[in-house]
């Protein structure tokens, strides 16, 4: 079995305000890297195999923390990358709210395509199948993946059978740590956005 812990990158100055998607230049804040900080710590007593990441400056800030503890590189994989939000991609959450595209992913997200991008399907698809090719490198162990908090909820739907509609139920907050297992026999979930224990952030 592969045992998948999935980070999602620490805060930044536009989380929560606005949706960075693939941009560029976007990196930690003071709290992100103490967050990343705190998730290396609790992921340190875990022999990894391998340390992979979205190609997005945040991630693979947030990954080097860990893979600091590791005594490991980063690799980087697209497969692992941000939606792809197309002209969405720099606006504020305030902006977007009040258009009717926002309407429709609330209630019906997988039906919806993001203006010069992709859909959420295409973006599960893609995050899977990166998830496949890295346990076929690594068929036992455990392995970590930085990504973003789409990218894991999209993941954790895959793995649990449950429909992209309903995708936006499962919570994943900055830094948090996400473990599945899979292997030929199926998957499993162990848990879902478990943070540090604050004694580790201290």
């Known amino acids: 079995m592969t045992t998948f812990y999935l980070i999602r990158h620490g805060l930044t100055a536009h989380t929560g305000h606005k949706l960075t998607g693939w ?3 976007v990196h930690l804040s003071e709290e992100g890297q103490d967050q990343a900080a705190a998730a290396a710590d ?5 022999k990894m195999r ?3 990441s979205s190609p997005i400056e945040r991630t693979v800030e947030t990954a080097g923390f860990i893979a600091s503890r590791q005594g490991l590189k980063v690799k980087i994989r697209a497969g692992l990358g941000e939606v792809h939000y197309g002209s969405w991609t720099g606006r504020s959450f305030k902006t977007l709210t009040k258009t009717k595209l926002w309407e429709q ?10 203006p010069e991008g992709e859909t959420l399907r295409e973006t599960q698809n893609r995050a899977v199948s990166a998830l496949e090719l890295i346990r076929s ?14 990218v894991i909820r999209l993941v954790v739907a895959h793995y649990l059978g449950v429909h992209i509609d309903l995708f936006q139920r499962i919570v994943v907050d900055p830094a948090s740590i996400t473990v599945i297992g899979v292997s030929d026999h ?3 979930v162990f848990n879902v956005n478990q943070l540090p224990a604050p004694s580790e952030k201290a």
């Open 23 to 25: 941009a560029s230049g």
């Open 42 to 46: 609790h992921l340190a007593k875990i």
């Open 50 to 52: 391998a340390i992979y």
């Open 105 to 114: 992913i609330q209630s019906f997200p997988s039906a919806a395509r993001f």
């Open 137 to 150: 490198d690594h068929p036992k162990g455990a392995v970590c993946c930085v990504t973003h908090a789409d």
């Open 186 to 188: 199926g998957p499993r």
